[in-house]
């Protein structure tokens, strides 16, 4: 038989205890940290809680796609796939550490949007998208240097 008591905040404890412990972890949960937070390349870089991780460029589809390929390469991501998106293209990899889909998104006539989404064994690969997404960057100020 359950036992009831007098004391009103003793009443709902198990209730308050659970409110108690969200109020704790949620502020944790909300903090997402990038895995090269040191490298100032990395600063763009946005990240979601679906695993993916994305960054805006000032330079066209087609530039921005020569990059990734060229990123993929020096990962030793083999391309799989190539799709159309509505406003945009993806494409898909996949590696020794990982498989890889990136999603380049039209935003204007000069801008792009890269979404990167790194699936392991372990799960998502925050440090596989980030080096992509670092390496899709050094490509693209490198063809602009020559």
């Known amino acids: 038989m359950l036992r009831t008591t007098k004391i009103a ?5 198990p209730r308050n205890l659970a409110w108690m412990a969200l109020a704790a972890v949620l502020p944790i949960a909300a903090c997402t940290v990038s895995p090269r937070s040191d490298d100032p390349r990395a600063a763009g870089i946005r990240y979601s809680f679906g ?15 020569a990059a990734t390929t060229a990123a993929l390469a020096a990962h030793h991501l083999r391309l ?14 996949r590696g020794p550490r990982a498989t890889v889909l990136v999603e380049l998104e039209r935003e204007g006539r000069a801008v792009t949007r ?3 989404t790194a699936r392991g064994k372990e799960g998502i690969d925050r440090r596989l998208e ?7 960057a050094d490509n693209l100020n490198a063809a602009a240097k020559r």
């Open 114 to 116: 890269m979404r990167v």
């Open 51 to 65: 695993g993916a991780a994305s960054r805006e460029f000032d330079v066209s589809l087609a530039r921005v796609k």
């Open 9 to 13: 905040a003793l009443r709902f404890w």
């Open 130 to 136: 980030t080096d992509l997404i670092i390496d899709v």
């Open 80 to 93: 799989e796939a190539l799709g159309i998106l509505p406003s945009g293209e993806s494409l898909r990899a």
